[in-house]
Structure formats: structure tokens, C-alpha cells
């Protein structure tokens, strides 16, 4: 009953209430991340869980673990660099844990779906009530006086936490709409689904309305029964987006005119400096890529260990807006933090969900077989992907915050791919 409550319970709880800790803080998600990961650790040993290790999965991310704590240990500042690589592994053994879970009992999933439904409508409500009248019912005001961040407060993530859980709530609405005929819960979600989209806008956060947009693309053109419902919620989003720029021109001035500008123009408190020159993204973006190059060039391997730009950038600078505290790409800075071979292994996960999709979409749509995955999977694809997506500005890549999240939906992944091979064994075992 002990090993039931510290291996089970507890586990589930912190992963039921997962969404809540990461709108909290790092603190309480990185906290209950450990504990998941260390719990199921102590329960392998104990009940020889080894099956959930004996997998591509695991094997391959144990060598990126490697890979990082090797680079940490040739670095500059080992110890610094240490604390981000040692305990890395934590987020690759709580994506287990969410498996083993699963396979328990299945039940968790619709606990998960309840946590995830009253995060988004505590955020959609607290942050229209922020837009509107300026706090939100915690007194919070509007970043820079226009931009909605509800809970989060001065840290501008709540469009990011909408959009990567997005696809997970999506996902796992249609794992539990087995009926199809809820008519009041598909209102209620269509509702919650345009307002979420509505709220990235407002958010000010163009990446994530940006990721928003790639996944609701890759729902629809990969769905096989969702496709329809997708589509018209999509549209409902795009509808309301357009009334919102209209209506209220900083929404306007952040995701377009300001855009534009960070492609074209250098300002300087406002003052245009430097003009009809192209940036990647913008100066301050195109100037951290070329000093985290030039890092890279004389790293190539393994780089100067994760979390260390910061530590190492002054002595690449190219020019005033070289150093930050990460080059704000996963793909650069992977390469000038962890070496070539870390790039190769993430940006090789990448090739092989973009593979995948492809033989999935052609499967679909010349009918030569049954397609590869179900759109459950595809929620949780996409999910994956706008995390690993190459082309875009992003957090840090060792960040722990967004790690929690980039894991989470890699879990469910894990535990749904594993039932889908059982119940091929079992139906070839029935025709022999």
C-alpha cells in the first residue's frame, strides 16, 4: 500500500496537476518533475520495470544525455554547465513515468483533460478581463499597457503555454469523444478553442501565434475524421483574430507594423537608426546567430557546454546586441552549446516526424494502406513538432520551463504508440 501511495499516487497527482504548476512557476513544475522522475526510478528497480527503457526512445535520448554532460565537463565553466546536464535526464524519465501510468490506468487521461480544460478557461477569462479593464482579478496589470499575461505577470509566456498545450487538449478531447455526439462539450470546446487563439493574439506573442497556426495546418491536413471540426474552429479563430486587429490598433501595431519593422529597420527609442537592410527576425536575432556561429566554429563538437552563450558570447561579439542569455534558436544554440552532434540528434527527431507525416498524408490520400497514425497521435505530433520547428526564434532549449513542456505531450506519445503495437500483436496473433 506504501509502494502504491510513493510509486502511483503521487506520480499521477503531480502529472494531473502539471498544467497548474507550470502557470505557477518553474519552481513547483521542475520540483514535481524530480520527484516523478525519481519515484519512477526507485519503482524500476524495485518491480523490474525495465521493459519501458528497452526501446529507440530511450536509448537515443540516453546518448544525448551523454552527449550534453560531456560537453559540460570540457567546458569553461564546468560546474555551471553541469547544473543543466547532470539531472537533464529527468525529463526523459518523467516521459516515461507518463507511459507507465497510462498503461496502469488509462482513467488518468480524462483527469488530465479536466486539469488542461480549467487552466485554459481560468486563463481565457482572467486574461480578457486584464484586456479589458486593465488588471486582472489579481491586480496584475497589462504588460507595457497592451499586452494580456494574465497569471504569469511580468514573465510573457502565456500565449506559449496556450499554444503548446493547445494541440494536447485537442488531442485528448478526441481520445475521450468516443460517442461523438455531445453536442454541449463540443460547443463548450469550439468556444474555449477560438477564445484560446484569440487570447495568443492579445498576448503579444507572434511565435506563438505563429506555432498556433502550424499546428491548427497540420490537424487539418492530417486529420481523418476531425479534419471538418478543425477546419470550421480554425476559421471561427481567424475571424475573431481579424476583429480584434481592427478593432484595437496595438494588436495591429505589435503583430503587423512592428513585424515589418524588425525584418527591415533598426530602432532606437523608437527613432529609426538604420533602415532597408534584411535581418533574420530582426538585428538583435540576426547579430546573437552570427556570434553563437562563430562559437560554433570554434566548438564544433561539442560545443561550450548548455547554458554557457551567456558565459561565452562576449568574446565572439559582432556587434551590440551579440549577448543574451541564450542565442534564441534551438538549432543554433544547440550548436554553439552542445556541438554538431547534439544538432544532428534533435534536428534527426525533427526529420523523422516530418518523414513520418509525409508517408502518413500520402497513405491517406492515395489509400494504399492504413495510415500511420490515428489523430489522437497527430494532436500529440504536433504538439512535438512546433516544439522542435527549425525556422523560428525560440526559448532556450535547456530551459526547464519549456522542457516540462516540449516532454509532456512525448509521454502520452510513448504510451499510445506502445498500445497500438500490443493490439497488433494480439490481432496477428488471433488470425494464426
Same mark, same amino acid.
Request: proline share 3%.
Given at each position: ?13 503531480? @502529472?494531473?496537476?502539471?498544467?497548474? &504548476? ?8 521542475? &520540483? ?21 527503457? +528497452?526501446?529507440?526512445? /530511450? ?16 567546458? +569553461? ?6 547544473? *543543466? ?32 480544460? @480549467? ?6 477569462? !482572467? ?25 504569469? %505577470? ?10 503548446? &498545450?493547445?494541440? @494536447?487538449? /485537442? ?6 469523444? *468516443? ?17 484560446? =487563439? %484569440? ?39 481567424? #475571424?475573431? @483574430? ?28 523608437? =527613432? ?25 566554429? !570554434? *566548438?564544433?563538437? /561539442? ?8 558565459? =561565452? #558570447?562576449?568574446? $565572439? ?5 551579440? #549577448? ?12 554553439? =552549446?552542445?556541438?554538431?552532434?547534439? &544538432? ?62 516540449? $516532454? /509532456? ?10 498500445? $497500438?503495437? *500490443? ?10
Amino acid at each position: 500500500m506504501k509502494n502504491h501511495f510513493f510509486f502511483d499516487v503521487i506520480p499521477t497527482w503531480i @502529472i494531473i496537476l502539471m498544467p497548474v &504548476f507550470l502557470i505557477s512557476g518553474p519552481f513547483l513544475a521542475d &520540483f514535481g518533475v524530480s520527484v516523478v522522475a525519481l519515484s519512477f526510478l526507485v519503482n524500476s528497480k524495485k518491480n523490474n520495470l525495465y521493459k519501458f527503457y +528497452n526501446n529507440y526512445y /530511450f536509448k537515443f535520448f540516453l546518448i544525448f544525455c551523454l552527449i550534453l554532460i560531456l560537453s559540460s565537463l570540457i567546458s +569553461n565553466n564546468t560546474l555551471l554547465s553541469l547544473k *543543466n546536464s547532470l539531472f537533464y535526464f529527468r525529463f526523459g524519465i518523467f516521459s516515461l513515468c507518463v507511459w507507465y501510468l497510462l498503461e496502469k490506468n488509462e482513467f488518468l487521461i480524462r483527469y488530465l483533460f479536466l486539469s488542461i480544460i @480549467i487552466c485554459f478557461s481560468c486563463l481565457i477569462i !482572467d486574461g480578457y478581463i486584464q484586456y479589458i479593464f486593465g488588471k486582472n482579478i489579481f491586480g496584475h496589470p497589462l504588460f507595457n499597457e497592451y499586452r494580456v499575461s494574465s497569471f504569469f %505577470g511580468s514573465e510573457l509566456i502565456l500565449g506559449s503555454y496556450l499554444a503548446r &498545450f493547445f494541440p @494536447i487538449l /485537442f488531442g485528448l478531447f478526441i481520445f475521450l469523444d *468516443n460517442s461523438k455526439k455531445n453536442k454541449l462539450t463540443l460547443l463548450s470546446l469550439t468556444i474555449i478553442f477560438i477564445l484560446a =487563439e %484569440g487570447l495568443i493574439l492579445l498576448s503579444g506573442e507572434r511565435l506563438a501565434l505563429f506555432f498556433m497556426n502550424l499546428s491548427a495546418l497540420f490537424m487539418i491536413i492530417m486529420f481523418k475524421e476531425y479534419k471538418t471540426y478543425r477546419f470550421w474552429t480554425y476559421i471561427g479563430s481567424l #475571424c475573431l @483574430i481579424l476583429v480584434i486587429l481592427f478593432s484595437f490598433p496595438n494588436a495591429k501595431n505589435r503583430l503587423i507594423d512592428q513585424t515589418i519593422l524588425d525584418f527591415t529597420i533598426n530602432t532606437v527609442d523608437g =527613432e529609426t537608426v538604420e533602415k532597408h537592410k534584411f535581418y533574420i527576425f530582426s538585428k538583435p536575432h540576426t547579430q546573437m546567430y552570427l556570434t553563437a556561429y562563430n562559437i560554433f566554429l !570554434d *566548438n564544433k563538437f /561539442f560545443g561550450v557546454g548548455p547554458r554557457q552563450f551567456r558565459n =561565452e #558570447c562576449e568574446n $565572439y561579439r559582432v556587434g551590440e546586441y551579440s #549577448c543574451e542569455t541564450h542565442p534564441h534558436n534551438t538549432y543554433i544554440e544547440l550548436l554553439s =552549446e552542445a556541438g554538431i552532434f547534439a &544538432f544532428f540528434m534533435v534536428f534527426g527527431v525533427f526529420f523523422i516526424i516530418c518523414y513520418l507525416s509525409t508517408k502518413h498524408l500520402l497513405s491517406k490520400l492515395f489509400r494504399r494502406k492504413k495510415e500511420i497514425f490515428n489523430d489522437f497521435e497527430i494532436c500529440l505530433l504536433s504538439a512535438v513538432l512546433i516544439s522542435l520547428w527549425p525556422f523560428s526564434p525560440s526559448g532556450s532549449f535547456f530551459n526547464n520551463w519549456l522542457s516540462i513542456v516540449y $516532454y /509532456f505531450p512525448v509521454g502520452l506519445l510513448l504510451w499510445q504508440r506502445s498500445k $497500438y503495437r *500490443n493490439k497488433i500483436k494480439y490481432e496477428q496473433k488471433d488470425k494464426n
